[in-house]
């Protein structure tokens, strides 16, 4: 095994393996097959390409983000109540004694997460992923701790379509100004550059080698070569091709079919639901007339295209980018259908994370990770997020009982304060107090919103009011950032964030914290542009606007996610930006003592970094938060003289 010298020369980072564990190396191809046999495998990359791997004995792992020997269970770093052991590691490459002090200060190099991090991230994959059951109410519970991080399960989908929503399909020209709407490609899931259409069938597709991919030849298009069907005109016509491809499995694939027949449709909430029933006679006249598929009966179609709304994925989350610019057009918007994953129970304050990874090309290449995004004790249902959980209690249960059939009654929605946040409240116009919903469960437009303070103030105020006053915050958002110019979008939603912060909405607001996440966005942008006193200027509003966005996600949406993680990764830059303004100046002093406080403040920056790059790293690369998480490497040549100025690393 080569020695810390070595390795530290390589690029690499430093090994220590579990004492009498046998250590070799295998080379990518292998990585699927040993994870099949349940190896705990840890993949720090070396310029040869190599990767050590370590047998899984008695449950016990490495963790390499500190580069310690975790005993006697595969837990995350952040977890504090497992014992860790350290060794230094000594000028010469040779390792010290095994030390259980946090706190000491040595000379020699302490390998951590914060003072000597990864290049590269090393994702956990647990010999032992067996953590999960189904239970008789058909919802996945854990049947041991699981711990933050750790994969649960992964899964390819069953079937895959383009996704339904208007917002991923605007194209914008190179100044992010919208153009209008491109069809997507019905194979690869793109919006379509060319005007190259299926000579079958006629739909807009990428090219000849899209037209011919298995995904739309073998489905819809020998459909609709004998059936012509109208091309489609809206975005959200792309569930009709979604829910063809899933009735046709039941002769191409049956044992999908099965699959897709077992999961649940909600049809007790969707035969009450005006809406659910005008698209299920829409999608019946598209199947039985336009298609002339006329062997799959009312029943069939209802309960199929429930399921394959319901227990779908989307590649691309759009909560993660609201009130910013369009989401990069290449991007693959798919909407995939899965069977273990489709399971987990809904919750507006999830305890997992579902990241999908493409490799390659059609349904087949997808697969979906599913990460506990904070600790899961043993026998707690698993759950995820169906809808944007950026949006305020109403938004989301009316979301969810339009698109997904079923009512929400989680413990954010049963709480009118959602966990002391207000994240949904009003200024009282009466007192200082909030109006908050009478009953956070209604949908009812007459439900009455009271004061916080009552009995002492009395007003009161009805949902259909509150949501006119919601709708024209949204239009003067609309208005102030579609200026296009960074500068003129900073001071207008600067404006509307000074008429409504406060005064009309609580601080906390869904609203507000748009606002805030639009103007971090745009801060980002100027601090490229600007001078370096304007820049310090910004970076601290960049800081204050952030830690305002990362209290709320604490709390409303803890552990590893992508909001989170992006705000922690903004909030890093202005953390840094204002740093080394600071440092400029004060090296130059020699009566400063700054190798002390900045040293400090620099190692607040690294664990935010070190934070930031934990939650974004495991995203699929070419994303944005990926191609973030490598940003914050610490093999710059900045980086590394601060390092060093400041006794991180020798």
């Not at 609580?506 to 914290?513: A, E, K, Q, R, W």
């Amino acid at each position: 095994m080569p020695n810390a010298a070595t390795l530290r020369e390589q690029g690499g980072v430093i090994v220590l393996p579990p004492r009498n564990i046998p250590y070799y190396t295998i080379n990518h191809s292998q990585y699927q097959e040993a994870q099949d046999k349940q190896m705990a495998i840890h993949y720090p990359i070396l310029n040869n390409g190599s990767m050590p791997l370590f047998k899984m004995h008695d449950k016990v792992s490495v963790d390499y983000n500190y580069c310690n020997v975790v005993r006697p269970a595969p837990i995350f770093p952040n977890s504090t109540y497992h014992k860790k052991f350290r060794r230094e590691i000594h000028d010469d490459g040779t390792m010290g004694r095994e030390s259980t002090d946090y706190s000491s200060k040595r000379k020699t190099t302490m390998i951590n997460s914060v003072e000597m991090p990864l290049k590269q991230y090393q994702g956990k994959v647990y010999g032992d992923r067996r953590c999960i059951q189904l239970d008789e109410r058909r919802k996945i519970i854990a049947t041991r701790n699981i711990a933050q991080g750790e994969v649960i399960l992964r899964e390819k989908p069953l079937i895959g379509a383009p996704m339904t929503n208007e917002f991923l399909v605007k194209e914008t020209n190179e100044d992010n100004n919208t153009k209008g709407f491109r069809s997507i490609c019905l194979s690869c899931s793109k919006i379509t550059r060319t005007d190259h259409k299926c000579c079958k069938c006629g739909f807009p597709m990428c090219d000849e080698k899209c037209a011919m991919h298995p995904d739309h030849a073998d489905f819809e298009c020998e459909v609709f070569a004998t059936n012509p069907v109208a091309p489609i005109v809206h975005v959200n016509e792309y569930k009709k091709i979604k829910l063809l491809r899933c009735l046709l499995l039941r002769e191409k694939d049956p044992e999908k079919w099965q699959k897709i027949m077992d999961l649940d449709s909600h049809e007790k909430i969707r035969s009450g639901s005006f809406c659910a029933l005008s698209t299920t006679i829409a999608l019946c006249k598209f199947i039985q007339q336009e298609c002339h598929l006329k062997q799959y009966d009312v029943e069939t179609i209802s309960h199929v295209f429930a399921v394959s709304t319901v227990h779908s994925i989307n590649t691309v989350n759009v909560s993660a980018y609201p009130l910013a610019a369009a989401v990069n057009n290449k991007m693959t918007k798919a909407s995939l259908l899965f069977y273990k994953a489709g399971l987990l129970t809904h919750d507006c304050s999830p305890n997992t994370r579902c990241v999908i990874s493409q490799n390659g090309t059609g349904v087949d290449s997808f697969m979906v990770t599913v990460f506990a995004s904070i600790p899961i004790p043993k026998g707690e249902v698993l759950t995820t997020s169906f809808v944007d959980f950026t949006q305020g209690t109403f938004q989301r249960r009316a979301d969810l009982l339009e698109n997904y059939f079923f009512s929400c009654s989680c413990r954010r929605c049963l709480d009118p304060r959602e966990h002391s946040t207000f994240y949904s409240a009003l200024k009282c116009p009466k007192c200082p107090g909030h109006l908050l919903p009478g009953n956070p469960l209604s949908l009812d437009l007459s439900s009455v919103w009271l004061c916080d303070n009552a009995p002492r103030c009395d007003f009161i105020i009805v949902t259909a009011q509150v949501l006119e006053l919601l709708r024209a915050v949204e239009t003067d958002i609309t208005k102030a950032a579609i200026d296009g110019f960074p500068f003129q979008e900073y001071e207008n939603l600067y404006k509307v964030l000074g008429k409504y912060q406060g005064s009309i909405l609580h601080s906390n607001h869904f609203y507000i914290l748009h606002i805030k996440y639009a103007l971090i966005f745009i801060i980002n942008q100027l601090l490229e542009i600007v001078t370096e006193e304007d820049a310090q200027k910004l970076a601290v509003e960049q800081i204050k606007l952030c830690r305002s966005g990362i209290m709320v996600a604490d709390v409303l949406r803890p552990g590893n996610n992508r909001i989170r993680g992006t705000l922690l990764y903004f909030y890093h830059e202005g953390l840094l930006m204002n740093f080394l303004v600071d440092a400029k100046h004060k090296m130059a002093d020699p009566n400063s003592n700054f190798s002390l406080s900045g040293r400090n403040e620099f190692g607040r920056i690294l664990k935010v970094m070190r934070m930031a790059r934990e939650c974004l790293i495991i995203e699929p690369q070419g994303t944005p938060e990926h191609n973030k998480a490598l940003k914050l490497a610490l093999d710059s040549t900045g980086m590394q003289h601060l390092l060093r100025y400041f006794k991180f690393i020798n």
